[in-house]
């Protein structure tokens, strides 16, 4: 049994094992106490049953769950550089979508301001940059509704 045990724990880095009896059965909680975020990986293994069913199932059930929980870890480490790998993606395409389309708006409207610092509440309200980002939106991101 506690070769089981001892997997489980070096994979979870600590485990609470609490015992009570409910009527004539006893109730096992095997409590993974690990660094995990993931609530899944924290989930109790909750077995009941005579003292005798326990003594014949426990180690296999233990054995079970700890394989469960591998795979489940294995697949929460795949997932995360799957999820990591595509936000670094996002966020270059995003660079780039900012870099190729901010600079030659920019220039266009800096132009008009430079000229008078009054001319920016004239720029907010006038029809002139609103159908650039239109066009933008059918394509691809509206850098325009970021802007405003």
Do not use: H, W
């Not at 266009?108 to 939106?137: C, K, L, M, Y």
């Amino acid at each position: 049994m506690f070769q089981q045990l001892e997997a489980l724990v070096r994979a979870t880095g600590k485990l609470q094992l609490t015992l009570k009896i409910d009527n004539d059965q006893l109730v096992v909680v095997v409590m993974p106490q690990g660094d995990s975020k993931e609530s899944a990986l924290c989930q109790p293994l909750v077995l009941k049953g005579t003292a005798a069913e326990l003594d014949e199932g426990f180690a296999e059930t233990i054995q079970v769950y700890s394989i469960a929980r591998v795979s489940l870890s294995e697949q929460v480490a795949a997932t995360t550089a799957i999820l990591q790998e595509a936000e670094k993606k996002q966020a270059t395409k995003a660079q780039k979508s900012l870099a190729k389309g901010g600079k030659p708006a920019k220039p266009a409207v800096s132009g008009g301001d430079a000229d008078s610092g009054e001319d920016d509440d004239v720029e907010d309200n006038s029809p002139a940059p609103t159908p650039a980002p239109a066009t933008e939106t059918q394509s691809g991101t509206d850098l325009f509704s970021l802007l405003s």
